[in-house]
């Protein structure tokens, strides 16, 4: 089967289909964001949002961070339920990480500590942990900051 591309967002309707899938799914059900609050985080200036899409269907989408106090930073990662546990996943995570590896020696990305299932997927990708950020987003629950590096910031 030939896989589907992954290219940047085009289109307000794609965003849309992108908020959507966001809203419906944990962890974002769980944290308390709507839609119109999903589709802001998906149309914040300057982060950069990678889909896969099929047919005027967007199946799964990443948005990296390129600025901040951690640059690379993976903020949302989310496929499609009808297509999980197909591959889509690991690819948007590789794609992101051929892109920040580009321009920085490091790839953040945090998992909440009730998606045990998400952390299991970046750990077997290779990323460590850094720390816990207790009771971050909503009280009770943390976000497990991970990261996959290539070298330091300013190698010898
Ligand atoms: C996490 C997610 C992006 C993985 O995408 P995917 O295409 O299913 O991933 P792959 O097929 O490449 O890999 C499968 C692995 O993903 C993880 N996974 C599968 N379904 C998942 C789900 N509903 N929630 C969280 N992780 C899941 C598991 O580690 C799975 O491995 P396993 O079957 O051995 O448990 C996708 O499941 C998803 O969008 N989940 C809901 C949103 C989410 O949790 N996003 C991450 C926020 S930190």
Known sequence: ?????????????????????????DPWITIGRG????LGIVKIPGREVYVSEENGQVRGFVIVNMGGAFIGYIQILCVHDSVRGTGLGTRLIRFAEER????????????SSFNPRARALYERLGY????ELKDFV??????????????????K
């Not at 089967?1 to 419906?24: K, V």
């Not at 460590?128 to 720390?131: I, P, R």
């Not at 497990?144 to 070298?151: E, W």
């Open 138 to 155: 909503i009280a009770g629950e943390s976000e497990i900051l991970l990261r996959k590096t290539i070298g330091p910031l300013r190698p």
């Open 1 to 25: 089967m030939e896989t589907i591309a992954i290219r940047p967002l085009a289109t307000a309707d794609e965003a849309r289909q992108c908020a959507q899938m966001m809203c419906t799914t």
């Open 100 to 111: 920040i590896f580009r321009e920085a020696p490091n790839v953040f990305i945090c998992a």
């Open 35 to 38: 839609f119109e609050e999903c």
């Open 128 to 131: 460590q942990l850094v720390g």
